[in-house]
């Protein structure tokens, strides 16, 4: 889904450019209110989880493959705004240093990568919760039906952008159908791993999963070999879930899976060409695609330059990505959090 240069035309790409920019900045307001001492350093470590899972592509047909887009998966781990901006840190980190997604494309891929899937998906996500039971296998399930539909919302919305300003002269109802038809596959590894993902951190943290926050526990006694319910007394909370491991093992242990999944796992990645790839070139889109500004940087196409060992290059690329997004994501939620003055503050209670 990483558009490159000359897909879109100039006039098409400053005003996606300019919806990304007042979305970003809509965000980084909206952030202040989901992130705390507790969730910003988690903030970081989800975009530098995006960037390691997204160099896992996988096979979904016959020579296409796929890859994570993330947005579900941010939104309701850490918030829709706030995951509206961790993965446009990672595109950035991306376009900047990999050579992936064009520069003059970044508004089209912000748009489509961060703000339609997170606003798709995080909609749905609150939809969903509200009809189910409140129980952590509701938020799960959730997450996955989320997480499945954002991806084909991304694909569709790539088309419109083509159909506006695309830089070629084809059939656009077959672009849809080739688009949206192949990132409904995509859509079921992206659900998969967006539930993997939030049910696992629900199980040790469910106090940090944002979209699992009214999740509650009240207090039971044992009646006649039964659990019973306490009703809590009139304007009470009922507390938290309780937490199954600190912030800081949490933290660690997601920092050394992304740093295996990039450095390590990555390499058993399937090397088709993911799914707007191959439409593009089925359908013939990519007649004017451009060479990347920086093709010739030290990390271009997930690789270290002067490495000749395609493993250890590929490796070491995806380490030093893993550890340029969660200190560059960090940086950005923790001066967010900072901002955040008396009003912004959630009246939900932050004690651990």
């Known amino acids: 889904m990483h558009v490159p240069d000359g897909f879109i035309d100039a006039p098409t790409s400053l005003a996606t450019g300019a919806v990304a920019a007042a ?21 970081g470590l989800v975009a530098a989880f995006i960037f390691a899972v997204q160099m896992l592509n996988f096979p979904v047909a016959a020579g296409t493959s796929g890859h994570l887009l993330g947005g579900a998966l941010a939104a309701i781990l850490v918030g829709p705004y706030t995951g509206v901006l961790c993965v446009s840190v990672v595109l950035l980190m991306q376009g900047i240093l990999f050579a992936d997604g064009g520069l003059t494309a970044l508004g ?51 088309t419109l952008m083509y159909a506006v300003g695309g830089t070629t002269d084809v059939s656009i109802g077959k672009v849809a159908t080739a688009m949206v038809g192949v990132h409904v596959l995509i ?98 889109i990519d007649k004017k695609a451009e060479e990347h500004a920086y093709a010739d940087s030290p990390l271009a196409d997930y690789g270290v330059k002067d490495v000749d060992d395609a493993r250890l290059s590929g490796g070491l690329a995806g380490v030093i990505g893993v550890g340029v997004t969660v200190v560059a994501g960090s940086a950005v939620f923790w001066a967010v959090r900072r901002r955040r003055t008396h009003d912004d503050v959630s009246p939900v209670s932050t004690n651990v």
């Open 108 to 158: 089209v891929n912000i748009t489509n990568m961060a703000v339609v899937t997170t606003v798709v998906a995080y909609g749905l996500f609150r939809g969903l919760v509200k009809i189910l039971p409140r129980t952590r296998r509701s938020v799960t399930v959730a997450s996955f039906a989320a997480a499945l539909v954002s991806v084909p919302a991304a694909a569709l919305a790539f």
């Open 187 to 284: 859509g079921i590894g992206e659900a998969a791993i967006t539930a993997l993902t939030v049910g696992a951190v629900i199980a040790v943290r469910p106090d940090l999963v944002y979209g699992a926050r009214d999740l509650r526990q009240r207090l039971q006694l044992r009646v006649n070999g039964a659990l019973v319910d306490v009703p809590a007394p009139e304007g009470a909370r009922t507390a938290p879930v309780a937490a199954r491991t600190s912030r800081r093992a949490l933290w660690i242990s997601g920092l050394v899976t992304s740093l295996v999944l990039a450095g390590v796992v990555s390499f058993y990645a399937s090397s088709n060409p993911d799914g707007l790839e191959k439409v593009a070139s089925d359908q013939g």
């Open 23 to 43: 979305a970003v900045a809509v965000s980084l307001r909206g952030a202040r209110r989901e992130l705390d001492e507790r969730t910003a350093p988690l903030a």
